[in-house]
């Protein structure tokens, strides 16, 4: 097993970034032994990873980052770097490696007090690794000042530095920013290769592989939440309920407060288990004694985590309401796919009783009417308008049609 072999669907991207892989750790070797650098190297020293949603943008470029600093002997034997199992690999992939430093939106933007370290770091030399690398999880949610600093780190790297940035699309990257990264997209992967995934790596039925393959249309992801949390199928099963319970104006109201509170259970869930791995972690680096007591001058640091955890909740708990939207979509979709009479497989087999039912009594303007709507709700918490109100407003709109 390598370090692409999680990349579900994106083969073309595989091959190209362990093609780089060899090339840099080609650059490596010959400054080691002070011989001149290969020509025509496939290696640079910023990329840019973009794709929808679930597509494995992260996944690509924390596989790439682990095979740039892969110590494994036999990586000059023909396989290339990227073992995925030598320290060097097993390190970058678990996010305990010195020299691969990863920056995620805490909040709604990466702020440019978030990115001050991080750049500073990254004109330094690596401290054990073969390479700094830098990945920048959320790279449409620098703000201005965050991105103008990346922008300069990226314009006069240091030599053994590579910034791996990850986005939706080009667009959602400052046109400075990517014009000096090489460009990689990757596309969703198929829902057969999704669940192949799940029923190979995860060891999941194959029936329940299949269904949240299906239901989160190749998100991997989501895909692999879906198949594994009962409580996330549950909260998904509330979810596609809705449409058929805003038939007057108090089903509304009682729909809309059920959905976000759905949503901000997901969302508390998530960052409880996020939280306390984090906590554990940072607590095991500062010398935690036994029974949890810390030594002396650790106290900011900590607080510190906390109020990064505080600003992060918000964020989750925004993006667990987007996710219940996406899967309401999805549904009617799939109500517009039964209208139209189109032979394509439908994403919500467990509904399929509702699909049809609403597709019976509706018409297919109505339909896209009501996607319009959810998207009017997602573009209004995107304003920060008060998550309840959008979505009364979203639901008062579902049931007009």
Request: with cysteine; proline share 4%; hydrophobic share 45%.
């Given at each position: 097993m390598t370090?692409?072999?999680?990349?579900v669907g994106?083969?073309?991207?595989?091959?190209?970034?362990?093609?780089?892989?060899?090339?840099?750790?080609?650059?490596?070797?010959?400054?080691?032994?002070?011989?001149?650098?290969?020509?025509?190297?496939?290696?640079?020293?910023?990329?840019?990873f973009?794709?929808?949603?679930?597509?494995g943008r992260?996944?690509?470029?924390?596989?790439?980052?682990?095979?740039?600093?892969?110590?494994?002997?036999?990586r000059?034997?023909?396989?290339?770097?990227?073992c995925?199992?030598?320290?060097g690999?097993?390190?970058?992939?678990?996010?305990?490696?010195?020299?691969?430093?990863?920056?995620?939106a805490?909040?709604?933007q990466?702020?440019?007090?978030?990115?001050?370290?991080?750049?500073?770091?990254?004109?330094?030399?690596?401290a054990?690794?073969r390479?700094?690398?830098?990945?920048?999880?959320?790279?449409?949610?620098?703000?201005?000042?965050?991105?103008?600093?990346?922008?300069?780190?990226?314009?006069?790297p240091?030599?053994?530095?590579?910034?791996?940035?990850?986005?939706?699309?080009?667009?959602?990257?400052l046109?400075?920013?990517?014009?000096r990264?090489?460009?990689?997209?990757?596309?969703?992967?198929?829902?057969?290769?999704?669940?192949?995934m799940?029923?190979?790596?995860?060891?999941?039925e194959?029936?329940?592989?299949?269904?949240?393959?299906?239901a989160?249309?190749?998100h991997?992801?989501?895909?692999?939440?879906?198949?594994?949390?009962e409580?996330?199928?549950?909260?998904?099963?509330t979810?596609?309920?809705?449409?058929?319970?805003?038939?007057?104006?108090?089903?509304?109201?009682?729909a809309?407060?059920e959905?976000v509170d759905?949503?901000?259970e997901?969302?508390?869930?998530?960052?409880?288990?996020?939280?306390?791995?984090?906590?554990?972690?940072?607590?095991a680096?500062l010398?935690?004694?036994?029974?949890?007591?810390?030594p002396?001058?650790?106290?900011?640091?900590?607080?510190?985590?906390?109020?990064?955890?505080k600003?992060?909740?918000?964020?989750?708990q925004?993006d667990?309401?987007?996710?219940?939207?996406?899967?309401?979509?999805?549904?009617?979709?799939?109500?517009?796919?039964?209208?139209?009479?189109s032979?394509?497989?439908?994403?919500?087999?467990?509904a399929?009783?509702?699909l049809?039912?609403?597709?019976?009594?509706?018409?297919?303007?109505?339909t896209?009417?009501?996607?319009?709507?959810?998207?009017?709700?997602?573009?209004?918490?995107?304003?920060n308008?008060?998550?309840?109100?959008?979505?009364?407003?979203?639901t008062?709109?579902l049931?007009?049609?």
């Amino acid at each position: 097993m390598t370090v692409w072999d999680d990349l579900v669907g994106q083969a073309k991207v595989s091959e190209q970034l362990a093609a780089a892989a060899r090339d840099a750790d080609a650059l490596v070797t010959a400054a080691a032994a002070d011989a001149a650098p290969p020509e025509a190297s496939k290696m640079t020293h910023a990329w840019l990873f973009t794709g929808p949603p679930g597509a494995g943008r992260t996944q690509a470029a924390r596989a790439f980052a682990a095979a740039l600093q892969c110590v494994s002997p036999d990586r000059a034997l023909g396989g290339g770097p990227g073992c995925g199992f030598c320290d060097g690999c097993h390190t970058a992939l678990v996010g305990t490696h010195a020299d691969v430093t990863t920056v995620a939106a805490v909040g709604t933007q990466i702020l440019a007090d978030d990115m001050r370290d991080t750049v500073r770091k990254s004109f330094t030399s690596p401290a054990n690794g073969r390479w700094q690398v830098i990945l920048v999880e959320d790279a449409e949610r620098l703000n201005e000042k965050s991105a103008n600093a990346v922008l300069k780190a990226v314009e006069e790297p240091a030599p053994r530095t590579v910034w791996l940035l990850c986005a939706p699309s080009l667009e959602d990257v400052l046109p400075t920013i990517r014009s000096r990264c090489r460009h990689l997209n990757l596309s969703t992967p198929s829902v057969a290769a999704v669940a192949d995934m799940l029923v190979r790596r995860d060891g999941i039925e194959p029936a329940i592989a299949d269904a949240a393959a299906r239901a989160t249309q190749g998100h991997v992801d989501r895909a692999r939440r879906l198949a594994t949390d009962e409580r996330a199928r549950e909260r998904r099963a509330t979810v596609l309920k809705l449409p058929l319970r805003v038939d007057d104006i108090g089903g509304c109201l009682r729909a809309a407060q059920e959905l976000v509170d759905a949503a901000t259970e997901d969302s508390k869930q998530l960052a409880e288990e996020l939280d306390a791995k984090e906590t554990e972690e940072l607590k095991a680096a500062l010398g935690a004694a036994q029974g949890g007591r810390m030594p002396r001058g650790t106290a900011g640091v900590m607080k510190e985590l906390e109020d990064k955890q505080k600003r992060r909740r918000t964020r989750t708990q925004r993006d667990s309401l987007d996710q219940a939207l996406t899967d309401l979509t999805g549904f009617y979709r799939d109500v517009l796919a039964l209208q139209l009479g189109s032979r394509t497989a439908l994403a919500n087999t467990d509904a399929e009783d509702a699909l049809e039912r609403l597709a019976r009594g509706g018409t297919p303007e109505a339909t896209l009417r009501r996607i319009e709507a959810i998207a009017a709700c997602r573009t209004a918490l995107d304003r920060n308008v008060a998550p309840l109100l959008a979505v009364e407003a979203m639901t008062m709109a579902l049931r007009a049609g």
